[in-house]
């Protein structure tokens, strides 16, 4: 295991000698004593996604940036968040975070909001409210450049000694690391939702409905839950997954000890930063092979299949009627190139927007979510649709997941994941529905995006 000894030493020292005179008093006079602030400090390089595998911590967040469109001079940026100060699961509690990231821009907070809050979230997600976000008591903040732990405490703590010892007990728990199972228990049993003739007939039943009404496009999903013989720790699903992916967003959040979200997805729904923002469109699948040859013409398929252009375009034109809603005009990075991933090639166009003012996290998440590449089009009626033919709650599947901060913000779109949850693990895959698709090869379609994760369960549709 990582020798964390030194490390820990240095952050607990440093916080016990924390007094005002370390901070900006013009700045800290604005701050009430149960607001929050943090300080830096630089450590050795470190692989935070090790850390994961270690860490004890609940809450527990990880975030690192998908590697194909990091800024080439600090490479992607990757977060760990340990413990929380506080935790917001409701919607109406975007004002309190907003208000936190404005009074003290380098605090970040790390969490998810639920797929559709209009559906009752039961089962497996019963614990799930509108919303997880939560202010981290400490940040690991990593890019090429370098590695920083951000401590982010209570002004409080600045005065009163026994609210420091009392933050400081609990920080020394949060940086408690220690090894982990490696390996998955057994395998007893595997389940798919919904069966395949119950797919059969919600694709027909989404065909219907474009013949007879606006419908544009509805996304569809189902999972496989893979029953194992006792409790599936987060370390060994999440170490393969890192092993495995090299160019997609990488994503977890442990909610408890038998808990936890994990997402490689692809798919940027936004980032703020520097008064630019930075939207995808991605829509349009076809599988990879690895024959190159092969390879060729299914990316060839995929560019000039009128079926997977035109559910591509759904996507784009709806984020760019969004975008001009908040009267901002975007203009295209790049447009309907192919983006090819270790199991699956996309078609995929990237949108760019200068920012006259700075936009609010919650006002972009409620404006793009869910884009047409997640529910359908139009937006509404095609919600509808889902909570009518889809047999459980989403939960986090699909949903907005990233970090809020005065800086910046960014926030992926949470497919191609899997719940773990006692001893079951749930692995969710979607697909498009537009006129003229085909109940067997959505089927396939859905079963090649939960590869990422059954290849590594060794349960792979392949």
């Given at each position: 295991?990582?020798?964390f000894?030194?490390?820990?030493?240095t952050i607990?020292?440093?916080?016990s000698?924390?007094?005002e005179?370390?901070?900006?008093?013009?700045?800290?006079k604005?701050?009430?004593?149960n607001?929050?602030i943090s300080?830096?400090l630089?450590?050795?390089?470190l692989?935070?996604?090790q850390l994961?595998?270690?860490?004890?911590?609940?809450?527990?967040g990880?975030f690192?940036e998908?590697?194909?469109?990091?800024?080439?001079?600090?490479?992607p940026?990757?977060?760990?968040c340990l413990?929380?100060?506080?935790?917001?699961e409701?919607?109406t509690?975007?004002?309190k975070?907003?208000?936190?990231t404005?009074?003290w821009p380098?605090?970040?907070?790390?969490?998810?909001q639920?797929f559709?809050?209009?559906?009752?979230?039961e089962s497996?997600?019963?614990?799930l409210?509108e919303c997880?976000?939560f202010?981290?008591?400490?940040?690991?903040?990593?890019n090429?450049?370098?590695?920083?732990?951000?401590?982010?405490l209570?002004k409080?703590?600045l005065?009163d000694?026994?609210?420091?010892?009392k933050?400081?007990?609990s920080?020394?728990?949060?940086l408690?690391?220690?090894?982990?199972?490696?390996?998955l228990?057994?395998?007893?049993?595997k389940?798919e939702?919904?069966?395949q003739?119950?797919?059969d007939?919600m694709?027909?039943?989404?065909v219907?409905?474009?013949?007879?009404?606006?419908?544009?496009?509805v996304v569809?999903?189902r999972?496989?839950i893979?029953?194992?013989?006792d409790?599936?720790?987060?370390a060994?699903?999440?170490?393969?997954l890192v092993?495995?992916?090299?160019?997609?967003?990488?994503?977890?959040?442990?909610f408890?000890d038998?808990?936890?979200?994990?997402?490689v997805?692809?798919?940027?729904l936004?980032?703020?930063?520097?008064?630019?923002?930075e939207i995808?469109s991605?829509?349009?699948?076809?599988r990879?092979s690895?024959?190159?040859i092969?390879?060729?013409l299914?990316?060839?398929?995929?560019?000039?299949?009128?079926?997977e252009?035109?559910?591509?375009?759904?996507?784009?034109n709806?984020?760019?009627?969004?975008l001009n809603?908040?009267g901002?005009?975007?203009?295209?990075?790049?447009k309907?190139q192919?983006?090819?991933?270790?199991?699956?090639?996309?078609?995929?166009t990237?949108?760019?927007a200068?920012?006259?003012?700075k936009?609010?996290?919650?006002v972009?998440?409620?404006?793009?979510h869910?884009?047409p590449?997640?529910?359908?089009?139009?937006?509404?009626?095609a919600?509808?649709?889902?909570r009518?033919?889809?047999?459980?709650s989403?939960?986090?599947?699909a949903g907005p997941?990233g970090y809020?901060?005065?800086?910046a913000?960014?926030?992926a779109?949470a497919?191609?994941?899997?719940?773990?949850?006692?001893?079951?693990?749930?692995?969710?895959g979607?697909?498009?529905?537009v006129m003229?698709?085909?109940?067997?090869?959505?089927?396939?379609?859905?079963?090649?995006?939960?590869?990422n994760f059954?290849t590594?369960?060794?349960?792979?549709n392949?």
């Open positions: 295991m990582l020798d000894v030194d490390i820990k030493a607990l020292k440093k916080v000698s924390l007094c005179a370390d901070f900006d008093a013009e700045v800290l604005k701050i009430k004593a607001e929050y300080f830096d630089k450590i050795m390089d692989e935070l996604s994961v595998s270690y860490a004890t911590s609940a809450p527990l990880y690192k998908r590697t194909f469109d990091a800024q080439l001079d600090k490479g940026k990757e977060l760990l413990g929380e100060n506080v935790r917001f409701r919607k509690d975007y004002n975070i907003l208000d936190i404005e009074k380098d605090i970040h907070i790390f969490g998810a639920n559709d809050n209009e559906k009752i979230n497996e997600w019963k614990f409210s997880f976000f202010v981290p008591k400490i940040c690991f903040i990593k090429k450049l370098e590695t920083i732990v951000r401590i982010q209570p409080k703590c005065k000694q026994r609210e420091k010892a933050f400081s007990f920080l020394e728990k949060c408690n690391f220690k090894s982990m199972t490696r390996t228990p057994q395998t007893f049993e389940n939702t919904p069966e003739n119950s797919w007939n694709i027909r039943t989404c219907s409905s474009f013949e007879h009404n606006q419908l544009n496009k569809l999903s999972k496989n893979i029953h194992y013989s409790d599936v720790e987060l060994p699903v999440f170490s393969s092993e495995s992916q090299k160019q997609a967003y990488i994503m977890a959040l442990r408890s038998n808990c936890s979200f994990i997402s997805t692809p798919e940027r936004f980032k703020m930063s520097n008064n630019c923002l995808d991605l829509a349009g699948t076809r990879r690895t024959n190159e092969e390879d060729k299914l990316e060839n398929d995929l560019k000039s299949s009128f079926k252009i035109q559910e591509h375009r759904f996507v784009t709806s984020i760019c009627e969004r809603s908040l901002i005009n975007p203009t295209f990075l790049f309907e192919v983006l090819k991933l270790k199991f699956v090639q996309h078609l995929h990237k949108l760019s200068p920012l006259s003012k936009e609010n996290f919650a972009l998440i409620n404006t793009f869910p884009t590449a997640v529910g359908g089009e139009p937006k509404k009626e919600m509808a649709l889902i009518k033919l889809e047999p459980y989403r939960g986090l599947y997941m809020i901060s005065g800086e913000s960014e926030f779109v497919i191609r994941s899997a719940l773990l949850e006692g001893e079951r693990i749930h692995i969710y979607g697909a498009g529905i003229g698709s085909d109940p067997k090869s959505e089927w396939e379609e859905t079963g090649v995006k939960m590869d059954l590594i369960l060794g349960n792979s392949a």
